[in-house]
């Protein structure tokens, strides 16, 4: 009787287990990235975050770590990573004391607010994105030198050599660098007069050397900051951008200062968000998106379920809108940032919102604009052992800039002015929209979505994030903050997690492919929302730094490119 009453309660708790099994999601194991005690620097390539990490053994600090870094990457990862290019870093302190440095790049004074329109006042073809016409002029040596002057704290000896070094040596081909370089060898073809080195056929594990790169590296050291903006580099680098076809002067390289800006911070919940300004639109957007969403309990909807998917992607409508109409240079135009990122303002925003069905963006104001921007950045995070921490986003613009590579000094330049307004109204090579705020000036710096970001917890160090990804930037640092706190993610789930953007015009959700349940889909175009698969193949590359409850750090690398966490 004992005997048959044991065989019928184990079949009952068998079936009970099935029964739950079946209905209950299965719960994937958290998947933890690089765990560090000390410091740790995440960037797209192994050997520039080697490089990094480096320095902070050698007693450096996060600042010195990201002069390191950012130039170890245009060696690394020409792709993004460059000398002639811009970008933006936010840091923070291990005291508390918050940051902003823009190297965003400007237009030349030679610039006209209608030089990519024909006579009929239409866009000319590529002529802002292929060749010398689309060159900004280059504000990323200008910015490493002033983080340098400011904060560092090792001999910049010891911090180019290793670069250097590295550029002489040369730099392995992966998997993804050999698809990368076949794609654009056409563009390359067409955007120089003489054969480059990117021209040959480049196979995985094969070595690239940059010895003009290396010999450009040294004049630098040797003679600073001045060699790129005034010696002997900047004539050499003038000459060529003239000879094809540029209107990039000496003048206006011996012009070029990178400046400090004061981010844009906001609280969501119980955090800081530390974020870039104007004139980067990734701090106000972002601030705009997360104090839109956070009278909503996205926690209990559950991660890309399809209520926190209305609630974000409605957010992110309305934050664009605002975008286009109102962001560009604060050194330009009047940008009513205290407005823009106000409660009660968003509040309103948001009224209109329902469940029950999509709001259409032309129902949205600013309605006659949209958002364009390229999605070839790429992002380093960096905490060093003395707590102090950045955020960085560099970038060429479009993948390998203006496709204009300049082999005496042995690097590619930017295709930047294409981020601005070429014709209000009009997208850009990204699809997005800019109107009077981003149209081109002299000296003007380009509106950007570079979202460079640290984020407090109760006062403390939590995160360190950002990502490459043009119009889509923003969204995924939203998300990617999201996963930590709102999901519970690790790091690197938080960073790996499928991810969606809504930029508000085109009006539709970018949606990863094959990364969503095909029920949530259909939910989401039954209350009139548009579905894009087809053009989002990757959004966003994070690399972030989380600070975990022991004090020791957890790097996120994000899985969709070749990058890597280091540290000690």
Not at 73 to 98: C, E
Not at 149 to 159: A, H, R, T, V, W
Not at 243 to 255: H, P
Request: glycine letters at 8%; proline letters at 4%; one cysteine or more.
């Amino acid at each position: 009787m004992i005997k048959h009453f044991l065989y019928i309660t184990c079949f009952l708790l068998l079936f009970i287990s099935c029964k739950k099994s079946t209905e209950s999601p299965v719960k994937k194991t958290p998947k933890l990235g690089l765990i560090t005690k000390n410091a740790m620097v995440v960037s797209a390539r192994v050997e520039a975050s080697i490089i990094g990490s480096d320095i902070l053994k050698k007693g450096g600090n996060a600042f010195d770590a990201m002069v390191a870094t950012q130039l170890a990457l245009a060696v690394a990862y020409p792709f993004a990573g460059n000398l002639g290019g811009g970008g933006f870093m936010v840091y923070r302190k291990a005291n508390g004391d918050i940051g902003a440095i823009d190297f965003r790049e400007k237009a030349p004074m030679a610039a006209t607010k209608n030089m990519y329109l024909d006579e009929h006042g239409d866009i000319i073809p590529e002529k802002s994105t292929l060749g010398a016409m689309a060159v900004g002029v280059p504000g990323s040596i200008a910015g490493v030198f002033e983080v340098h002057e400011k904060l560092g704290s090792l001999n910049i000896e010891d911090i180019l050599t290793p670069v250097i070094e590295l550029a002489y040596k040369g730099v392995v081909v992966t998997e993804k660098q050999e698809e990368r370089i076949k794609h654009y060898q056409p563009l390359f073809r067409k955007a120089n007069k003489d054969s480059i080195v990117f021209e040959k056929i480049w196979k995985e594990n094969d070595t690239i050397k940059y010895p003009e790169l290396a010999k450009t590296l040294e004049d630098i050291l040797k003679h600073g900051k001045d060699e790129f903006y005034k010696g002997e580099t900047a004539k050499k680098l003038v000459k060529f951008i003239q000879d094809n076809g540029g209107i990039v002067t000496e003048e206006d390289l011996a012009n070029y200062k990178a400046k400090w800006r004061t981010p844009i911070t906001f609280t969501y919940d119980d955090l800081k968000i530390i974020s870039m300004s104007p004139p980067s639109s990734g701090g106000v957007c972002l601030a705009q998106i997360m104090k839109m969403i956070e009278p909503y309990d996205l926690h209990k909807y559950g991660h890309n379920s399809v209520k926190s998917i209305q609630v974000i992607t409605e957010a992110e409508r309305r934050a664009y809108a605002d975008r286009s109409y109102y962001l560009g240079d604060p050194d330009f135009v009047y940008i009513p940032i205290t407005t823009l990122i106000n409660t009660p303002y968003l509040n309103e925003r948001m009224a209109d919102f329902s469940f029950d069905n999509a709001t259409l963006s032309s129902d949205v104001s600013h309605g006659n604009v949209k958002i364009i921007e390229s999605d070839e950045t790429t992002h380093y995070s960096i905490i060093d052992q003395f707590g102090n921490s950045i955020s960085a986003t560099t970038t060429l613009n479009g993948a390998y800039g203006s496709k204009l590579y300049c082999s005496e000094l042995g690097f590619f330049l930017n295709n930047e002015m294409d981020d601005f307004s070429s014709k209000p109204g009009e997208p850009n090579m990204f699809g997005l929209i800019g109107a009077e705020a981003n149209s081109i000036v002299p000296e003007k710096r380009m509106l950007s979505s570079m979202t460079p970001t640290i984020v407090e917890k109760n006062g403390e160090l939590f995160m360190s994030v950002g990502t490459p990804g043009g119009a889509t930037i923003i969204t995924s640092v939203l998300q990617t903050i999201l996963n930590v706190h709102e999901f519970k993610m690790t790091m690197q789930d938080a960073v790996d997690a499928p991810r969606f953007h809504h930029q508000w015009l085109p009006d539709e959700i970018m949606m990863e492919p094959h990364s969503f349940d095909r029920n949530i889909i259909k939910k989401l175009q039954n209350l009139g929302y548009s579905t894009n698969e087809k053009d989002s193949p990757i959004i966003g590359k994070v690399d972030g730094i989380l600070v975990l409850d022991d004090k020791s750090y957890e790097g996120g690398a994000d899985r969709r490119g070749d990058d890597t966490a280091v540290g000690f």
